[in-house]
T-cell receptor, first 111, second 115 residues
Framework: QKEVEQNSGPLSVPEGAIASLNCTYS??????FFWYRQYSGKSPELIMS????GDKEDGRFTAQLNKASQYVSLLIRDSQPSDSATYLC???????????FGEGTQLTVNP | DTAVSQTPKYLVTQMGNDKSIKCEQN?????MYWYKQDSKKFLKIMFS???????INETVPNRFSPKSPDKAHLNLHINSLELGDSAVYFC??????????????FGEGSRLTVL
């Protein structure tokens, strides 16, 4: 079982729609969860972090965490073509020494 | 000023050659990393150093040897290159990871192509 799993996609949504990206993790003791965005040919950059069950909103982005289900998601409201990128879910495990990434979900927002 | 800089950005080389990638960070972070990203975008940790001390060494062939002369620099040397080594190698830095800090600052990546 992979430590962090994501649907590789690609996920395609029309401009203005809500994009929903999902991630599951295997280590129940994991403490901290992150979403990174990576544009084609560029390096990953952190866009959201979440540590407690529930929702965390930042502008058009909402991260959701459910530790009982070992599930993290990222919602992007009012999707824009500039949101087209690969979104990487990342987890710090209970040991706390490393950030483990999922394989990423490629999102395309169509004008 | 670039926070995390890697050189070179592109390497094209023949199988069996040896190559090095250099990385420097000016963020004052204690921890540096090498990640490998394959063609499917999977970002996999290879090594991590904290204050020049190796703290993570994943299952990586011993043809790969990291070196950290000081906490601002982490270099990667690869011997006897193989076709499967073709990938983008990212250097990153961060404060020491804790429960509440998971932000890695990545360099621009070094794309290695082995022919």
């Amino acid at each position: 079982q992979k430590e962090v799993e994501q649907n590789s996609g690609p996920l395609s949504v029309p401009e203005g729609a809500i994009a929903s990206l999902n991630c599951t993790y295997s280590d129940r003791g994991s403490q901290s969860f992150f979403w990174y965005r990576q544009y084609s040919g560029k390096s990953p950059e952190l866009i959201m972090s979440i540590y407690s069950n529930g929702d965390k909103e930042d502008g058009r982005f909402t991260a959701q965490l459910n530790k009982a289900s070992q599930y993290v998601s990222l919602l992007i409201r009012d999707s824009q073509p500039s949101d087209s990128a690969t979104y990487l879910c990342a987890v710090i495990r209970a040991s706390g020494s490393r950030l483990t990434f999922g394989e990423g979900t490629q999102l395309t927002v169509n004008p | 000023d670039t926070a995390v800089s890697q050189t070179p950005k592109y390497l094209v080389t023949q199988m069996g050659n040896d190559k090095s990638i250099k990385c420097e960070q000016n963020l004052g972070h204690d921890t540096m990393y090498w990640y490998k990203q394959d063609s499917k975008k999977f970002l996999k940790i290879m090594f991590s150093y904290n204050n020049k001390e190796l703290i993570i060494n994943e299952t990586v062939p011993n043809r790969f040897s990291p070196k950290s002369p000081d906490k601002a620099h982490l270099n990667l040397h690869i011997n006897s290159l193989e076709l499967g080594d073709s990938a983008v190698y990212f250097c990153a830095s961060s404060p020491l990871l804790t429960r509440n800090t998971g932000e890695l600052f990545f360099g621009e990546g070094s794309r290695l192509t082995v022919l």
